[in-house]
């Protein structure tokens, strides 16, 4: 259901305004939506699927037929990425070569400590079995926290 304002008395029209557009968008398979030049990671699973954004000035909300998915806050500017790890990390553990290949495989590195542990990984273990390691890190840290992760890795 569309949220309206009234126009208010210098419109030059009458009625009400939606408070949001509403767009279509394609999961591409780079698990990604593009929002007026911006890139939003969505859930994989949907990879391929169309949803529905209702774009708000300070936040996206992001349905799948009728269900709500997310709500996102808006990037800031008119370029860039916003990715969230949690959203392909399982389809990245089901394929490990498309990390090394990922659009946007810099933003899967939530802060400094887990982009050293990605490179100290790769030198350890090799570029394939490094990069596999630092996916099932990726995995725990969504699911016991960034914050527990970077700790550990910091050390």
């Not at 037929?65 to 916003?82: K, Q, T």
């Not at 590195?109 to 099932?136: K, N, Q, T």
């Amino acid at each position: 259901m569309r949220t309206a304002v009234s126009t208010g008395e210098n419109w030059p029209f009458s009625g009400r305004v939606s408070e949001y557009d509403e767009l279509t968008c394609l999961v591409s398979q780079h698990s990604t939506i593009r929002i007026k030049k911006v890139t939003y990671s969505v859930p994989a699973r949907l990879i391929g699927r169309p949803v529905r954004v209702e774009v708000y000035e300070g936040h996206l909300k992001i349905f799948h037929g009728r269900e709500l998915l997310l709500s996102l806050p808006r990037a800031a500017g008119d370029r860039g990425a916003v990715i969230d790890y949690r959203h392909i990390i399982e389809h990245l553990l089901r394929k490990p070569g498309a990390f090394a290949h990922y659009v946007h495989r810099e933003e899967l590195f939530p802060d400094s400590a887990f982009r050293l542990a990605y490179d100290r990984l790769i030198a350890d273990h090799g570029e394939r079995a490094g990069r596999l390691e630092y996916l099932h890190l990726l995995k725990l840290a969504a699911e016991l926290g960034e914050a527990a992760i970077s700790s550990l890795v910091a050390q």
